[in-house]
């Protein structure tokens, strides 16, 4: 874990609604049992993805963008 995560949480693990790129990353990999880099989580910022004003990850506003993504068909 990084120190800024432990911040961002009040019980000193990571906050699900303020990831840096590298833990969302890690944590995806490990939950979803796929690879997921950093450079695949920029990739999706690059195409729309959302994120907080301080640049992390909002892993239920991001997994909302994927879900809309999914459907449009592209």
């Not at 301080?54 to 459907?71: C, F, M, P, R, S």
């Amino acid at each position: 874990m990084m120190a800024e995560d432990r911040e961002h949480s009040p019980t000193g693990g990571l906050n699900p609604n303020a990831l840096s790129v590298a833990d969302a990353a890690r944590l995806l990999t490990r939950i979803g049992g796929r690879p997921v880099t950093a450079e695949m989580l920029q990739a999706d910022i690059g195409a729309g993805a959302p994120t907080n004003a301080d640049g992390t990850i909002n892993l239920v506003h991001y997994a909302a963008w994927l879900l809309k993504e999914t459907g449009r068909g592209d």
